[in-house]
Antibody, heavy 118, light 110 residues
């Protein structure tokens, strides 16, 4: 069964770029799925960030589109997230998830906390 | 694109039924059969409980059921158990290839 695992720095300085990777195991990233990023600020709800299809097509949250880039690395069976010009408001647990074309989010990675602070 | 509105908290005694609402608009919940629900225990990743308004994934108890009326979707948990104590989030397709989550509801088993 497919499993996802996030990795990346847990601390990013304000105005810097947040970079995370999601490793996919038990399945191919080239399968017909959308690979998704979702975040959850401490004590708050979930926010959909965006997603990438195996073809490389992307969709982004309009409120984050100008600062977010999601990319694929098929050779490593993983996908990545970059958020530029971060502020304290970007502090959150970041989750990666799979969205089959059947339109739900499952499974999810365990999540990784990223803190924006100097 | 605003978050879907959920009550902050809902509580019930063991064995009772509770319902969590998820209110959106005619541009999301009211327009698409693409509403899903997720359960999240503290410090854990969300878990899919319901998809396409009222369908249960394999392995999810039939005590969980979903429905929709107009722009409001609902998740009902019947025969409430201690293990059901968690946060619950709804999610809907919002058009334009975007998705929106709910504000989240904390379920407490008294």
């Amino acid at each position: 069964q497919v499993q996802l695992q996030e990795s990346g720095p847990g601390l990013v300085k304000p105005s810097g770029t947040l970079s995370l990777t999601c490793a996919v195991s038990g399945g191919s990233i080239s399968s017909t799925n959308w690979w998704t990023w979702v975040r959850q600020p401490p004590g708050k709800g979930l926010e959909w960030i965006g997603e990438i299809y195996h073809s490389g097509n992307t969709n982004y949250n309009p409120s984050l589109r100008s600062r977010v880039t999601i990319s694929l690395d098929k050779s490593k069976n993983q996908f990545s997230l970059k958020v530029s010009t971060v502020t304290a408001a970007d502090t959150a647990v970041y989750y990666c998830a799979r969205r089959p074309v059947t339109n739900w989010f499952d499974p999810w990675g365990q999540g990784t906390l990223v803190t924006v602070s100097s | 694109q605003s978050a879907l509105t959920q009550p902050a908290s809902v509580s019930g005694s063991p064995g009772q039924s509770i319902t969590i609402s998820c209110t959106g608009t005619s541009s999301d919940v009211g327009s698409y059969n693409l509403v899903s629900w997720y359960q999240q225990h503290p410090g854990k990743a969300p878990k899919l409980m319901i998809y396409e308004i009222n369908k249960r994934p394999s392995g999810i108890s039939n005590r969980f059921s979903g429905s929709r009326s107009g722009n409001t979707a609902s998740l009902t948990i019947s025969g409430l158990q201690a293990e059901d104590e968690a946060d619950y989030f709804c999610c809907s397709y919002a058009g334009g290839s975007t998705w929106v989550f709910g504000t989240g509801t904390k379920v407490t088993v008294l």
